[in-house]
């Protein structure tokens, strides 16, 4: 499991291995619950790192699949962690293509593990909007990751704003609304 503790150990390996592969490196923008606590901002574990795409020139650009050189690099640092196959994944990468909370890019917070890995870890804020997502559609994990991130009513409205943009039908809507009142934001519900 990956988990506080041993964030930074599983990526400096993972740098390493990048070095010993020759490969010039990557940066990598990663979200979930890698993020949540790499940054300190969640105790927890996770099974895997997200990986929204890379950075370049500032922009967050889609991978499609991993270069070979980083998916061998990966499997190598399972093996030694004992982290599950495929515990490096894209399985976010789709976001691209729906949208991002307006401003992500310039929040990003930059961890360089050795010479060639560089994390974007995604911001607290743009954590509650994801989080807010994840509420709606999955529950369990996600909705404690929300409000342990302690969102006030103007961050979570904001959230709301962009989660809208993600599903714009009326049943969506209605489940938004049902999950604030469920929470105990009825104020909040009735802005929506």
């Known amino acids: 499991m990956i988990e506080n503790k041993n964030i930074e150990m599983i990526f400096s390996a993972l740098d390493k291995q990048l070095a010993v592969s020759g490969d010039r490196g990557i940066s990598l923008v990663v979200c979930g619950g890698t993020a949540l606590a790499?940054?300190?901002?969640?105790t927890r574990t996770t099974k895997d790192v997200d990986v929204l795409g890379s950075l370049k020139g500032g922009r967050i650009h889609?991978?499609?699949?991993?270069?070979?050189?980083?998916s061998e690099a990966a499997k190598k640092v399972a093996r030694d962690f004992n982290l599950p196959e495929g515990w490096l994944?894209?399985?976010?990468?789709?976001?691209?293509?729906?949208?991002?909370?307006?401003?992500?890019?310039?929040?990003?917070?930059?961890?360089?593990?050795?010479?060639?890995?560089?994390?974007?870890?995604?911001?607290?804020?743009?954590?509650?909007?994801?989080?807010?997502?994840?509420?709606?559609?999955?529950?369990?994990?996600?909705?404690?990751?929300?409000?342990?991130l302690n969102p006030s009513e103007a961050e979570l409205f904001t959230a709301c704003r962009w989660?809208?943009?993600?599903?714009?039908?009326?049943?969506?809507?209605q489940i938004l609304i049902s999950f604030?009142?469920?929470?105990?934001?009825?104020?909040l519900a009735g802005k929506i």
């Open 180 to 187: 604030l009142k469920k929470q105990g934001h009825e104020k």
């Open 89 to 148: 994944n894209l399985g976010p990468e789709s976001q691209l293509d729906t949208g991002l909370p307006e401003g992500l890019s310039k929040r990003l917070q930059k961890i360089i593990y050795g010479e060639r890995l560089i994390i974007h870890f995604i911001s607290r804020v743009d954590q509650i909007h994801f989080k807010l997502y994840a509420s709606l559609d999955r529950g369990g994990y996600h909705v404690e990751d929300l409000f342990k």
């Open 38 to 42: 790499a940054l300190g901002l969640v």
């Open 62 to 70: 889609q991978i499609g699949k991993f270069p070979s050189w980083l």
């Open 163 to 173: 989660v809208l943009t993600q599903d714009v039908s009326i049943e969506f809507k």
